[in-house]
Every structure is written in structure tokens, then in C-alpha cells.
């Protein structure tokens, strides 16, 4: 009398035998899905890969030649506000010819110089105050040092031989100073 379980384990040894002669041909058709679905899945990534690098090289050259047309017109807002300075030195020369009196030509000069002041404060040009000021190697520089003619003056500007200027907070031109030792 033979029981379910004996008759399951008497059908195993022939599975696996089956199993065993199947096996080489599923394992070789299964290593070549695995291997077609690995050179798809390659294939792929390379495809993005080159995508990728398309995208950035084409963003690396727009941004650059964003940046030099920047750098091209940067200039033009400036130059459009200085156009009438000009424009005033121009007329202020040709006064020069036909005026004999010198004091309407200091004044005229003078009011080009502060439209022309004025212009360049509203770009973000600030000139710095240095006479009196204690001497800061950040924001100055010393031509020369001179005895101070008192006590106070000491490690303090005395003199200033070129003005320096700002650009936005950002120092662009050290003041040319004379320090007091």
C-alpha cells in the first residue's frame, strides 16, 4: 500500500532528472534574455548618456556666449548716460572759441563737471574721503609718510594725491595718500 507521500517521492527523482536534462537549455535560454536585456538596457544608457552630454555642451555654449554678450553690452547703459556730458563739452568747447569772458566758462565747466559727477553716482561710482581719516591699508595707499604737523594727525591721512573711488561698495581705485608718522 503506497501512500500520497510515497508516491510524491518516488515522482520527485524523476523530476529532477527531467529538470536536470532541461536545465543546460532553459540556463542557456535564460543567459541570453539576460544577455539581450543587458545590452538593451546598454544601449539605453548610452543613449541618455549622449543626451546628457548634448544638453550640456549646448548649455555650456549658450551660457557662454550669453556671457560675452554681457560683457559686450555691459557698457552701453553707461555710455548712453554719459552721451550728454558729452554732449555739454562739446557745446563748452565751442564757447571757448567765441567767449572772451573766463567766468561764465569756469561756471559752464563747472556745472558740466557736476552733471557729470552725478551721472556716474547714479552707475554706482562713490568717490572715498581720505584726508583725516585713519589710514587703512583696505582702502588706501601710501605714496609716502610725513610728520605729522600735531599729535592727532598720526597714522592719520594728511594728504590725499589721488582720490579713490567705489563701484557699488567694491573698492575699484586706492586712494593715493600721504600719512602722517
Not at 92 to 110: H, N, Y
Amino acid at each position: 500500500m503506497t501512500t500520497d507521500n510515497q508516491h510524491i517521492q518516488e515522482d520527485t527523482p524523476i523530476e529532477d532528472e527531467l529538470a536536470a536534462n532541461a536545465a543546460p537549455e532553459i540556463a542557456q535560454e535564460g543567459e541570453e534574455k539576460v544577455t539581450e536585456k543587458l545590452e538593451a538596457e546598454i544601449t539605453e544608457l548610452k543613449n541618455k548618456y549622449l543626451r546628457l552630454y548634448a544638453d550640456f555642451e549646448n548649455f555650456r555654449r549658450r551660457t557662454a556666449k550669453e556671457k560675452l554678450e554681457l560683457i559686450s553690452s555691459a557698457n552701453e547703459d553707461l555710455m548712453k548716460a554719459v552721451l550728454p556730458v558729452v554732449d555739454d563739452f562739446e557745446r563748452a568747447m565751442a564757447s571757448f572759441e567765441t567767449t572772451t569772458d573766463i567766468a561764465p566758462l569756469k561756471e559752464g565747466v563747472g556745472l558740466i563737471f557736476n552733471k557729470f559727477s552725478k551721472t556716474l553716482e547714479s552707475k554706482g561710482l562713490k568717490p572715498m574721503t581720505s584726508k583725516g581719516e585713519v589710514f587703512d591699508a583696505d582702502l588706501h595707499e601710501s605714496i609716502t609718510q610725513f610728520p605729522a604737523p600735531s599729535e592727532d594727525l598720526k597714522g592719520k591721512v594728511i594728504d590725499e594725491v589721488e582720490k579713490g573711488y567705489f563701484l557699488n561698495e567694491k573698492v575699484i581705485r586706492y586712494a593715493k595718500v600721504v600719512v602722517g608718522s
